[in-house]
């Protein structure tokens, strides 16, 4: 009978654990503290949009990895008419997926391939787990940086969609 209620009772600890934890999540709070306040858009080629298309990247199944690295697509983000940036200016990044390359292709079906971000400058900045603000000079009122779908170091290459997000705020100093 003992064996009966402790196997019931596991049981009913496992089954109420998993509830538990399906109810949970993550949440990021993403802001700055700042001189001023604006409105920023990203622009791709011209035209304001969220959406930053990496194009395609070969892949040959004989080596398993890509036959090269993407194409380098440059993207800004811009203020709005009006703000200045008078006195330097840092563009955090924030999202749980960066890693040594960059961004991890958390929500495509590729596997080895991470997209590279860095600032599109005379002194690059890369964007990964270990460095997630780009500092800008005074003046600068165009945020500059490219993206770019790379293979992992690591990594066996398999073919698939890539598809990967962060969060950025502008802070003005």
Do not use: R
């Not at 920023?40 to 199944?61: H, M, Q, R, S």
């Not at 194409?71 to 990044?93: E, H, I, Y």
């Amino acid at each position: 009978m003992f064996k009966k209620n402790v196997f019931t009772s596991l049981l009913l600890v496992v089954a109420f654990a998993q509830q538990a934890s399906a109810n949970s999540g993550d949440i990021q709070f993403v802001g700055s503290v700042s001189t001023q306040t604006c409105d920023i858009k990203p622009v791709v080629g011209g035209t304001t949009k969220n959406d930053i298309d990496l194009g395609n990247i070969e892949y040959t199944a004989a080596a398993a990895k890509a036959v090269n690295n993407g194409k380098v697509v440059s993207f800004s983000l811009v203020p709005a008419a009006g703000c200045t940036n008078a006195n330097g200016a840092d563009v955090s990044w924030v999202g749980s997926s960066f890693n040594n390359a960059g961004l991890s292709n958390v929500q495509g079906t590729a596997q080895g391939i991470s997209v590279k971000l860095a600032t599109d400058d005379a002194s690059p900045q890369d964007i990964n787990i270990n460095h997630q603000t780009a500092g800008f000079a005074k003046g600068v009122n165009e945020f500059k940086f490219n993206a770019q779908m790379v293979a992992d170091e690591s990594a066996e290459v398999k073919p698939g969609s890539v598809i990967a997000h962060a969060s950025y705020s502008v802070a003005y100093k």
